[in-house]
């Protein structure tokens, strides 16, 4: 784990620092992190993409996890870091999908949990908390819920 995070602070601080070049340099009492117009000016001067901004606001509300009108370079890091998280959880759920409907039953899950050590009971309580609109199941939407 310590060596996924090295490389996600190697992977993610670079861009964070040149996000941040974009700040006003007389700003010497800004947030310690960047802001959404930040963020704007990078990806449209830097990366040179056509985005609205509408778009670009979204993206920084899922960055701005914290609510702060400003995103940390810890805070990026780890949300930056989340994709292949999510790619490691959704490739789990389609591992453990044996039937193919898109959903994963009770046993689904208790066979998965049980191959790394997990009781059965630890197994139904795990399912009972991720299968939040309570029918039986548990959607790809509920699993990623957990990333």
């Known amino acids: 784990m310590q060596a996924y995070i090295r ?4 992977k993610w601080e670079p861009i964070f620092r040149n996000i941040m070049r974009f700040r006003d340099s ?3 009492d800004g947030p310690p992190g960047f802001t959404i117009l930040e963020l704007r000016d990078y990806i449209k001067e830097v990366l040179k993409k056509k985005i609205s901004d509408d778009e670009v606001k ?6 701005d996890v914290d609510r702060q009108n400003h995103v940390t370079q810890t805070v990026f890091v780890k ?4 994709l292949p998280r999510q790619e490691a959880f959704q ?6 999908d044996y039937n193919r409907d898109g959903y994963l039953g ?8 049980d191959m790394v050590g997990v009781s059965e009971e630890r197994a139904m309580k795990f399912f009972k908390q991720v299968d ?16």
């Open 91 to 96: 490739h789990a759920f389609d591992m453990q």
């Open 26 to 28: 007389n700003d010497t």
């Open 58 to 63: 979204d993206m920084f509300l899922d960055l």
């Open 106 to 113: 009770v046993d689904e899950i208790k066979v998965a949990l």
């Open 79 to 82: 949300e930056m870091s989340k």
């Open 7 to 10: 490389n996600a602070e190697r």
């Open 132 to 147: 939040s609109n309570k029918d039986g199941t548990i959607s790809r939407k509920e699993f990623m819920k957990m990333v």
